[in-house]
């Protein structure tokens, strides 16, 4: 069972349009919420995350906002350009833990 | 600054024949951990390391095992290969001590396949 759904897939976005993408979870205890950026061949890389005694955390462009009521987060880049383009996963853990969930991933594509 | 190196990069392996994936950090991070990634599931935790000498069991550990007996060193064994162990293997590392704001530094992965 995926402890963290995320959405969409895939996601095709215009230079300089705002690309969204969405994750959910069940799992009241998660308390760490950090998003990562994978190029082909590489690894992921830790973009941005959030606790949920906030609603929402900017860094540049690379937005979190979060709705702890909904048990809803969500991953919101400005301005996107084609250097965005990777896949981007979700993922969820409790107390600082050495256990993970990751959503599925989501694959970004930012046409010039 | 090498960060997280993974051997081998590609692998091809047959049914029933085994091998060890080798990661190494020279970061001097406590915390070591392997994770495969397959399509439509994300990632998912096989095993992970608190310390040298320290192994524990993550979501998805059946058919593999693990060692750390270097700080910098963390294998991965599959001791009888199956096809469902074709995927992409990640190393990732991460200090014991971190701040608010934590996440790991992953290898590029090893990429394997068993026919």
């Known amino acids: 069972q995926q402890q963290v759904k995320q959405s969409p897939q895939s996601l095709i976005v215009q230079k300089g349009g705002i690309s969204i993408i969405n994750c959910a979870y069940e799992?009241?205890?998660?308390?760490?919420f950090p998003w990562y950026q994978q190029f082909p061949g590489k690894g992921p890389a830790l973009l941005i995350a959030?606790?949920?005694?906030?609603s929402e955390k900017k860094e540049g462009r690379f937005t979190i906002s979060f709705n702890k009521s909904a048990k809803q987060f969500s991953l919101h880049i400005m301005d996107s350009q084609p250097g965005d383009s990777a896949t981007y996963f979700c993922a969820a853990s409790i107390g600082g833990g050495n256990q993970f969930y990751f959503g599925t991933g989501t694959s970004l594509t930012v046409i010039p | 600054n090498a960060g997280v190196t993974q051997t081998p990069k590609f692998r091809v392996l047959k049914t029933g024949q085994s091998m060890t994936l080798l990661c190494a950090q020279d970061m001097n991070h406590e915390y070591m951990y392997w994770y495969r990634q397959d399509p439509g599931m994300g990632l998912r935790l096989i095993h992970y390391s608190v310390g040298e000498g320290t192994t524990a069991k993550g979501e998805v550990p059946d058919g593999y095992n693990v060692s750390r007996l270097k700080k910098q060193n963390f294998l991965l064994g599959l001791e009888s290969a199956a096809p469902s162990q074709t995927s992409v293997y990640f190393c990732?590392?991460?200090?014991?001590?971190?701040?608010?704001?934590?996440?790991?530094?992953f290898g590029s992965g090893t990429r394997l396949t068993v026919v």
């Open positions: 990732a590392s991460r200090h014991r001590d971190r701040g608010p704001y934590y996440g790991y530094t």
């Open positions: 799992n009241t205890a998660f308390d760490y």
């Open positions: 959030i606790r949920p005694d906030v």
